[in-house]
């Protein structure tokens, strides 16, 4: 079964960087696109950025010139190079990515299990 696997949180002070990776792994012909979303209690889940395997990317405006998304295609795996951080880029970060198990098929969407970045002011 596909499994995506966080990792990087933590905790950092405002102006500070982070890394967070995920990789994807079990029965994969494709992982596309692959992205990160975030969540804080009482709001929706929203988009941080994604990429496709042709290295398209898109960003939330809020974190666009500050967080620079990043992929491996060979390892299925992701990243997120967050810079400059805010008390406001506070949530959980979820790994997503568009899984087709096999070629031609539906593609389905899975989670990691999220992962908590905290910056304090």
């Known amino acids: 079964q596909v499994q995506l696997v966080e990792s990087g949180g933590g905790l950092v002070q405002a102006g500070g960087s982070l890394r967070l990776s995920c990789a994807a792994s079990?029965?994969?012909?494709?992982?596309?696109?692959m992205g990160w979303y975030r969540q804080v209690p009482g709001k929706q889940r929203e988009l941080v950025a994604a990429?496709?395997?042709?290295?398209?990317?898109n960003y939330a405006d809020s974190v666009k010139g500050r967080f620079t998304i990043s992929r491996d295609n060979a390892k299925n795996t992701v990243y997120l190079q967050m810079n400059s951080l805010k008390p406001e880029d506070t949530a959980v970060y979820y790994c997503n990515a568009e899984v087709q198990v096999v070629a031609g098929t539906v593609p389905y969407d899975y989670w990691g299990q999220g992962t908590q970045v905290t910056v304090s002011s």
């Open positions: 079990g029965s994969i012909f494709s992982a596309n696109p």
């Open positions: 990429i496709t395997s042709g290295g398209s990317t």
